[in-house]
């Protein structure tokens, strides 16, 4: 009796536990952690494929003068930098992180909608190839920014309904995406993990999940009506026929702002995990940092029209687009302060990971500071359209969305691989590019004050210093990035050798549960949910 | 060798963060010329040293933490969180700053939009890729293009940018205005949006197709003021300028006048000798025709037609004049182009080697018959 229970047992063993041989294991998996793994892989590549095209936009502006590209080309590159980072790289790496941690984190099995998680990471792959595929139709890529705005947008070749039907592709992803990330959440947390006891990654995934769904179909439309303007001969957006190329603005914008905070949104929360525990404090004000991305959330519903102060608002728009977006500041204030409370007076180290999310703080509030200067709508008349919006929105993404997503990925590789990362070549790989960015983006500011256009191939001799100075650190900050997938590869492969505990880092389960759970977590975790919530946060 | 000695100055600039070669440098918002250029420039400031205080305060307090609250220096993690007193603080405190901030920013805001009571209007048209200028109270009417030498260097890349004077800022004809004077610009557009900037008058502009903008200006300084297109308009966005230049009244009346003399004056169709057919035709050339056609005449393909052995243009005479008067769906109607410029363009395009044709012919103004009649 007793045999044939054991027996039983085994078998079940074998047939459940592992993932299935080879590539198909890949392919087909439901696995939350296999297909966080592919979201970050395919993230971590497309992070290369942008970054190539914007060392090629950062060659042709070393020096002024035409030299390597034609401009309609160059306009294609400014365009797919941008359509490759946001969608291929930033996005699908905060959801390669709630794949892996969210489960994880809320004492879950896995995702409550395993089979449809793997449908969105493939039709992922199949949008973003379909969009890269366009680079080589005739006529080029879609080169009117990645805002493609009309007029000019419906002026693109061949490509122009495989770029639409990419972004459709893409919108479909992100939604199934964020519907898994909801229903995750809402149904699968362990017996004891209230809402306020979340991680705050776990928090601020759930409300980017809904800011996903609002948004998606709204620039699923306005592409679509693109679409019908070009060739079913509707006038959404054209004058002659009682349209107007404003309303693309506007329907854009209202998707565009909110997805900024996608990238964003995260971002707090992986800072608000990983600043905790190497401060060895609790954070300090976790509830007023779940209403502080509430807030911002809903604030970014309420802005949208603050991206095109100069495009004729009548003077009550003007005002009240100010107000709304002065009004940001003052929750993400609460956060940055938040972060710097959460340092004092506690017992700091200095790992790879720690690193990284200080200079995310350090650099995004910079990024903060100029997003307030251009919130005062006259002064906005100076500044829009020129590089010191480019040195802006640059600095809330690279140094911010991207540094902690590099923050996360030393943070949790160990648990991931049960290896551990080389720290000294972490820390080069931190100080070449916190270096770097400011070399790269800083000067930028100097450029778009002293009157230099964005998405310009050329331009004045006045302007050929900073630009040198700004490639340079282009190409600094690009080459480091390969040290990263030096160490990702080493720490798979073993890393130093050491063994890591289950915690990783000193106290680390006192604020999350994944670090209870063995290094490397194993294929299933939580299987049966955790008995002890942390609190720690309370 | 240009190219080592200006790496090797890169460390050095970026050591000092200032200095230049070049005069016109700049790291900061220029002042301009106008009241309101003025007032907003008085706000960036204000906003900027809001800012810096910020960070000074709000980084100086994480650095001292950083460098005094560290494990390695023995300090032993307190354990606080949640202070309602403190969290009530940091949020009245950037509450009042913004307040602060929004009122003179409102003031700038009214004053922007007091386009009214001006004295004079122009209209601006923003085409891919110049502007168009229209003073609607005296009838002139004129393209601004990129200036020929810019136009030569942006499209052979062997030249030397730093050889041109204001590179990529300068055009054929720029906009006169008068000093001391409201003027009222009306924006629009013939085909994208583009938008039109100018720093020193304070603010730019979006021009939207079928869509009229206001904007206005009192520029009380006399002088050159140069901007660009600042909203992304296609292939050759970077490449066209505005300039703007003011001039005291007298001068201006002086300018009107002379303007409109040779606006009215019909066009000198007397025949040319060939050489001087074939040079005006190149400028011609690289006004109307090279940002599409290119400078060799070889297109872009996909995009736009060569005209570097192409049929149509070697072709027979009539029917060429005919096309580019007719124009096409992707091509501008060049009907209003006098008859000694299509003259000349024609003997250009059919002949020049530099877009590698040679029929070997010319044809002078006064065979130019219409082969368009602008009633039809």
Known sequence: ?538 | MKKTKQLLACPVLMALGLGSAHADYTLNLTKGVTQLSNELYDLHMLIMWICVFIGIAVFGTMFYSIYHHRKSKGHQAEQFHENTTVEIIWTIIPTLILVGMAIPATKAVVDLDRTQESEMSIKVTGKQWYWDYEYLDNGIHFESHLDEASERVHRVSSMDPRSVPNYLLNVDKPLVVPVKKKIRFLFTAADVIHSWWVPELGWKKDANPGFVNEAWTYVDKPGTYRGQCTELCGRDHGFMPVVVIAMEQDQYDAWVKATLDKQNQAPDLSDQTRNSLMAHGESVYLKNCVACHQIDGNGIPGWFPALRGSAKVTGNMDQLIGFIQAGTSKMPAFRKLPDNELAELITYIRNAPALGNNVGDEIQPNKITPKWDDDE
Do not use: C
């Open chain 1, 1 to 538: 009796m007793t045999a044939v229970v054991a027996e039983h047992d085994d078998h079940h063993d074998h047939h459940d536990h592992g993932p299935e041989k080879g590539i198909l294991r890949w392919i087909i998996t439901t696995n939350h952690k296999d297909i966080g793994t592919l979201y970050l892989v395919f993230a971590l590549a497309m992070f290369f494929v942008g970054g190539t095209m914007a060392l090629i936009i950062r060659s042709e502006l070393f020096e002024p003068g035409l030299q390597f590209v034609d401009p309609n080309f160059f306009n294609s590159m400014t365009t797919m930098h941008a359509l490759v980072m946001v969608f291929g790289a930033v996005m699908p790496a905060f959801v390669g992180l709630a794949n892996w941690m969210i489960p994880m984190m809320i004492g879950a099995p896995d995702m409550a909608l395993p089979r449809m998680n793997n449908m969105s990471f493939w039709m992922l792959v199949a949008g973003v190839l379909l969009l890269a595929s366009t680079l080589f139709m005739e006529g080029g890529a879609p080169a009117a920014g990645w805002t493609l705005y009309p007029p000019l947008v419906l002026q693109t070749g061949k490509a122009f309904p495989f770029a639409i039907f990419s972004v459709h592709m893409l919108g479909i992803s992100s939604i199934m995406g964020a519907i898994n990330v909801i229903a995750t959440i809402f149904n699968m947390r362990a017996p004891g993990m209230t809402l306020m006891k979340m991680p705050l990654f776990v928090w601020t995934w759930l409300i980017t999940a809904f800011l996903l769904i609002a948004i998606m179909p709204v620039f699923a439309g306005a592409v679509t009506m693109l679409l019908t303007d070009k060739f079913f001969d509707t006038s959404f957006f054209d004058a002659a026929g009682g349209g107007d190329p404003v309303l693309y603005q506007h329907i854009f914008w209202f998707f565009g702002h909110p997805e900024v905070y996608v990238m964003i949104l995260p971002t707090f929360g992986v800072a608000s995990t990983i600043i905790p525990v190497f401060a060895r404090k609790p954070l300090f004000g976790y509830a007023s940092m779940v209403y502080a991305t509430g807030a911002i959330a809903f604030l970014s519903f309420i802005v949208w029209s603050h991206h095109m102060f100069t495009v004729g608002l009548p003077i009550a728009g003007e005002l009240y687009f100010m107000y709304a977006t002065m009004l940001i500041a003052i929750p993400t204030g609460v956060k940055v302060f938040n972060w710097t409370a959460t340092m004092w007076k506690g017992s700091m180290t200095f790992e790879t990971p720690m690193l990284f999310s200080i200079a995310f703080v350090v650099l995004f509030t910079m990024g903060g500071f100029t997003g307030l200067m251009m919130s005062v709508a006259p002064v906005d008349f100076q500044y829009h359209d020129t590089y010191f919006i480019v040195a802006h929105f640059h600095y809330t993404l690279v140094p911010a969305s991207v540094f902690i997503l590099m923050a996360a990925g030393y943070f949790w590789l160990p648990k991931w691989t049960g290896n551990m990362y080389n720290e000294k070549i972490g820390k080069l790989h931190f100080w070449l590019s916190a270096i770097s960015v400011n070399i790269l983006f800083f000067p930028q500011h100097f450029l778009g004050l002293a009157g230099m256009p964005r998405r310009i191939p050329d331009y004045a001799v006045q302007f050929a210093d900073w630009n040198m100075v700004s490639s340079i650190g282009a190409f600094i900050y690009g080459f480091s990035q390969l040290l990263f997938v030096y160490i990702v590869i080493d720490t798979i492969r073993g890393g130093t050798g050491e063994k890591v505990s289950d915690e990783v880092w000193e106290d680390a389960s006192k604020h999350s549960l994944e670090w209870t759970v063995p290094s490397p977590a194993p294929y299933h975790t939580f299987t049966t949910p955790p008995e002890k919530i942390p609190t720690e946060h309370f």
